[in-house]
């Protein structure tokens, strides 16, 4: 019966010998994945920093973008009204343009045409609504005409403004 309990002190002592060293390896395995964690842990910062100042940069280029839009857009609106302005029916006399409001007084040949005007206006990319403020008949040169003034809301094309043409190699280049 000795023996038998030596040989089970003997047998739990060798057991908590190898439990103990156990714990000692999974102890300096920790220490060492903490020390690669900490090392880690510096690239992941840097990444954040680095993501932080992407993010910064992408907001003041979206900021850049708008405003080179908002620009561009009276000459692009003033472009678009010569564009839709039919010479030969209709005369813009006065044009006031601020804070994406038109107004716009002008003289056309008859009430349609006043109304195929502002249907193209409402129909344009730079305009989304047109309004008749008055019409009234003027005699210009002996003729009946109308005269007329509109309010239009202006705003921003959807679909980007097309690149400005190049002229062709050589062209306009005396040798």
Known sequence: MAAAVMFLLVAIALIGFG????????QEESNRLNQEKAKYQKIIAQ?????????????????????????QLPARVLDEIATLTPADRLWVNS?????????LAGTALDNATIAEYMDKMIHSDFFVAAELKNSSLTKVANQKLKSF???????????????????????????
Do not use: C, F, H, M
Not at 95 to 103: E, F, N, R, V
Not at 153 to 175: D, F, H, L
């Open 95 to 103: 044009l006031d343009y601020g804070s994406d409001i038109i107004t």
């Open 47 to 71: 990444i954040e920093k680095i993501k932080k100042e992407q993010q910064i940069v992408e907001t003041k280029l979206e900021v850049i973008k708008s405003l080179k839009v908002a620009s």
């Open 149 to 175: 003034s509109l309010t239009i809301n202006a705003v921003a094309p959807t679909r980007p403004a097309p690149p400005p043409s190049t002229p062709a190699a050589g062209a306009g280049v005396k040798k």
């Open 19 to 26: 439990q103990a060293s156990r714990i000692t390896e999974l």
